[in-house]
């Protein structure tokens, strides 16, 4: 999930990858002896002064906070035509620093097929985004052995959590390790202190978490020869480069290919007054109108497409003082999205996602979700002058989302860590460090670098066409600048849907399709 574009226009569009001093660290079961083969997040320079050491003493022992041991457990999956045993683990990795002292417990969910080779057998890692999601989005929605309804009577909170049998689970061809980053699921800062959490609260530190992982899961597993693959969802773009990167250069791990689903890969585009957001959002705003008449394809927005590269961004561009081509551009918005013209002209054609998602429907008092703006819900504020609405296709799965990981976890699979699962902690969002530079975070720089480094490498990207959190052509215009050396091994995919267009059960088949097809080639 990407829950923080608009917290970068609040934190002063001047928002970089910070360039950290990292400080070696270990990682194990126990304390090891330091050694050089990977470095572990560092914290930013200064601190709070005396309010920092007053929460490191009012925090409770490292001991307390401190997850269970692994919990490793046998299943058996009965799925149309055939059945699957399987282990599951449920348990984490714990993160030291260079001195042998524990900074954090990780938590990973592992499935691991019985009967399997596991020199040749394959092994994916999966994370989700926001900064602050946990990964349950991907195990219960598209991937894992059992999945949890997430459209139609079921987009509901107080619809029922229980999971069913996925038939398109991902373990017929890959094994599934799915990480939750600190500060989400039951992952955890164990050291005391405000410094500790801030190593993990930061783009460079998250991505050294989770490569860290990667390899120590990897080594405990006996894994090293497994062909490997990385997934990520949403911020999971950003991270899902640089994570590869990282796993390349510095812990000597290769990785066959990556998977991104909605992903983000520059903050740029939606940050200020970057042109280049409303060319982004345009085609899903008309997907969103026409979806509302029937079903609608990628290819059915050609025309969209072709004008938002062209005559769109060319009148942008003349600016709003160039008054014919404001009002040319307002009224062909107008037209395509079945707005109001005289709300276009106001905002000369620039609806910001907000405003679309209010003025789409707004005579029946309806505003559109943002995670899947095809997803209708009441505006709890319709005659309000300010919009004051959640998220229809987003908040509602909450609360069974929550409730089926915890489920899961402690019933299923027989690990029961203290405190509570956050599937999406705005916490962590709100004290992320996105730098400090002039470049908003991308992950386009280290996705050049990745299938330069290897010839090998493959990258799949999956996008739902009504997803207004990561919209699919801002992607696609990003990826149409790599250079033509990379273009037969990164497949670009849209699919009806959202966010999570995997909600959908066409889409979620034909995803898992793509995905095979990747991890067996």
Known sequence: MVMGLPMLRRAGLVLAVSTFGLAGLALADDPPQPRNEATAPAGQKGGRGGNAQNAAQASPPASDRRLPGDQTTKQTLDLPGRTLNFAATAGSVRVFDDKGEPLADIATTSYELDGADRATRPVTFLFNGGPGASSAWLQFGVAGPWRLPLDGEALSPSASPEVKPNAETWLDFTDLVFIDPVGTGYSRVIASGEDARKRFYSVDGDVNSIALVIRRWLEKHNRLTSPKFVAGESYGGIRGPKVVRQL????????????????????????????????????????????????????????????????????????????????????????????????????????????????????????????????????????????????????????????????????????????????????????????????????????????????????????????LATPYFGTRRALDQLPAFVTSRVKFVVYPGGHMFYSRDGSRQAFRGEVEALIRE
């Open 248 to 467: 390349q250069i510095q812990s000597g791990v290769g990785v066959r290919g990556l998977i991104l689903v909605s992903p983000l890969l520059d903050f740029r585009e939606f940050t200020g007054t970057s042109l280049l957001q409303y060319v982004a959002t345009l085609p899903s705003y008309v997907a969103v109108a026409r979806e509302a008449k029937g079903p609608v394809k990628r290819a059915d927005l050609a025309d969209v497409e072709a004008y938002a590269r062209g005559e769109f961004l060319a009148d942008l561009v003349k600016g709003k003082a160039d008054k014919e081509a404001s009002n040319r551009l307002a009224d062909k918005v107008a037209e395509l999205t079945g707005i109001d013209q005289a709300v276009s002209r106001r905002l000369a054609g620039r609806f910001d996602v907000g405003e679309f998602r209010r003025e789409l429907d707004r005579n029946n008092g309806m505003v559109t979700g943002r995670y899947d703006a095809s997803v209708r819900g009441l505006d709890p504020y319709p005659d309000s002058s300010s919009s004051r609405f959640g998220d229809p296709s987003g908040d509602a799965l909450q609360a069974p989302l929550t409730s089926a990981a915890v489920d899961v976890l402690t019933r299923k699979l027989n690990w029961r860590p203290d405190g509570s699962y956050e599937v999406l902690n705005g916490a962590v969002e709100r004290n992320w460090d996105f730098g400090s530079g002039i470049n908003p975070p991308q992950s386009l720089s280290e996705l050049r670098q990745i299938l330069a480094t290897d010839a090998k490498l493959n990258v799949l990207v999956a996008h739902g066409l009504f997803d």
